[in-house]
C-alpha cells in the first residue's frame, strides 16, 4: 500500500499572503491533482499534473499556482489569500494500472485571517 | 456549470432501512461512475464504482442503479449502519480521461 501526506495539515495567513502547500505520494502513480473542497459545493479541481513538470489547468486554477517538482511530489500555492477561499484542500494521485482510482491525502485547511 | 448534481444535501435514515442516494449528468461522454464516502478529517475513498455498459453493480450492502438514458445513477445502501454515516459523493468521467467530475456530495446519517 502506499500513501499520501499532505503538509501542513493547518496553514493560517494573512489576506494577500502568498501560501504554499506540499503533497506527497509513494505511489509512484504518474497523475497528481488538486481539489479544494467546500461544503456544499463538492471537490472542484484546481490542477492536476501527468507526469513530472506537467502542469494541467482545472476549473478553478485562477488565483493558484502549482509545481510537479518530481514524480512524487505536486505543491499548490495560493498566489494572495482571500478570506472566501478558505476551505479543504485535498491532494490526490492516481494510474492507470489502478484503474484510474483517486487516492486522496487526509487535506490541508486553508484558514485566512 | 456543474456536471454531476446530486440532489439532496443530506439525508438521515435509522439503522436497519435502505438508503438512497441520487445522482444525474449532464454529459452524455461520461463512461466511468465512482461513488466515493468521507469521513469527517479524512479524503474520499473510492467504494464502488460502474461503467456505462452496466445497469447494476454490487458489492456486499452497496449497490449501484444506473439508467443511461435518463442519465442518472442511484447508490443504494442496504441494512444501513450507524458506521456508514459518512458524506457520499457521485462522480464522472469520460473513457480514458483523467480527471473526476465530483458531485456536491450527500451527507448520510443513520441514527441507532
Known amino acids: 500500500g502506499g500513501i499520501i501526506t499532505q503538509t501542513p495539515k493547518f496553514l493560517i495567513g494573512q489576506e494577500g499572503q502568498k501560501l504554499t502547500l506540499k503533497c506527497q505520494q509513494n505511489?509512484?502513480?504518474?497523475?497528481m491533482y488538486w481539489y479544494r473542497q467546500d461544503s456544499g459545493k463538492g471537490l472542484r479541481l484546481i490542477y492536476y499534473?501527468?507526469?513530472?513538470?506537467?502542469?494541467q489547468k482545472g476549473d478553478l486554477s485562477e488565483g493558484y499556482d502549482a509545481s510537479r517538482e518530481k514524480k512524487s511530489s505536486f505543491s499548490l500555492t495560493v498566489t494572495s489569500a482571500q478570506k472566501n477561499e478558505m476551505a479543504v484542500f485535498l491532494c490526490?494521485?492516481?494510474?492507470?494500472?489502478?484503474?484510474?482510482?483517486?487516492?486522496f491525502g487526509e487535506g490541508s485547511r486553508l484558514i485566512v485571517v | 456549470q456543474q456536471q454531476v448534481r446530486q440532489s439532496s444535501q443530506s439525508l438521515t435514515v435509522w439503522e436497519g432501512e435502505t438508503a438512497i442516494l441520487n445522482c444525474s449528468y449532464e454529459?452524455?461522454?461520461?463512461?466511468?461512475f465512482p461513488w466515493y464516502q468521507q469521513f469527517p478529517g479524512e479524503g474520499p475513498a473510492l467504494l464502488i464504482a460502474?461503467?456505462?455498459?452496466?445497469d447494476k453493480k454490487e458489492d456486499g450492502r452497496f449497490t449501484i442503479f444506473f439508467n443511461k438514458r435518463e442519465k442518472n445513477l442511484s447508490l443504494h445502501i442496504k441494512d444501513s449502519q450507524p458506521g456508514d454515516s459518512a458524506t457520499y459523493f457521485c462522480?464522472?468521467?469520460?473513457?480514458?480521461?483523467?480527471?473526476?467530475?465530483f458531485g456536491s456530495g450527500t451527507k448520510l446519517t443513520v441514527e441507532p
Open positions: 490526490a494521485s492516481s494510474n492507470p494500472d489502478s484503474g484510474n482510482t483517486l487516492y
Open positions: 505511489f509512484n502513480h504518474d497523475t
Open positions: 499534473s501527468i507526469t513530472e513538470n506537467d502542469l
Open positions: 454529459n452524455s461522454a461520461f463512461d466511468y
Open positions: 460502474i461503467r456505462s455498459v452496466s
Open positions: 462522480a464522472a468521467s469520460p473513457s480514458n480521461y483523467n480527471v473526476l467530475y
